[in-house]
């Protein structure tokens, strides 16, 4: 039986919505280990925004945490990821994502920017500390200078799949590249 150290969620541009990548660490869904960085609002160009907030009910308590949720991303980006990437445990360290993740999403002044610290900058970031092996196409993407898209993200992993590191699986809802042209041009499908 295959073991897993996490799920990828990619969200192509779709209905308005300009993309979306997000990380599961773990094999079990637990909100605190799940990867999605949003800002408090509407992202500008160029502009630092707080790192978006939710409030969690966990051990009798509700704690705030810099980060959103699964359910909360299905809602935003108007429904199930269109791709997800299981990756495998002997290729990516789960404690060393986690260790990256909480040093990321507890940092006082978390911000998100939407070129160069979004959504697929956070989760690059997570899987270049975990991955095992030395060919590490994340370190490039997780640098602050790369505009780093779900695109990039999925391009990776797709190299990994290749490798026998990944587990593809590709949502019915996935727009096709081909009706998606602009984007296709864009980079960002």
């Excluded at 429904?79 to 060393?96: P, Q, S, T, W």
């Excluded at 996935?174 to 998606?180: D, E, F, L, T």
Aim: aromatic share 12%.
């Amino acid at each position: 039986m295959v073991s897993y150290s996490g799920i990828v969620f990619i969200w192509y541009p779709s209905g308005g919505n300009v993309g979306h990548a997000s990380l599961q660490i773990g094999s079990v869904y637990s909100h605190e280990n799940y990867v999605s960085w949003w800002p408090e609002s509407t992202a500008k160009p160029f502009r630092k925004e707080r790192a978006r907030q939710t409030w969690f009910y966990t051990n009798d308590n509700f704690v705030k945490e810099t980060h959103s949720t699964l359910p909360d991303d299905i809602r935003d980006e108007e429904g199930e990821a269109h791709v997800k990437y299981m990756i495998k445990r002997d290729c990516f360290n789960e404690l060393a994502m986690l260790e990256e993740w909480f040093k990321i999403k507890n940092k006082p002044s978390a911000h998100y920017m939407l070129f160069n610290k979004n959504c697929s900058h956070i989760v690059a970031r997570v899987l270049n500390a975990g991955f095992i092996r030395q060919d590490n196409g994340f370190s490039r993407l997780s640098k602050s200078w790369n505009i780093t898209k779900p695109r990039d993200i999925a391009s990776q992993l797709n190299t990994l799949v290749s490798l026998g590191a990944v587990t593809k699986h590709v949502n019915n809802n996935c727009p096709k590249r081909m009706h998606r042209l602009g984007y296709v041009l864009l980079g960002m499908r």
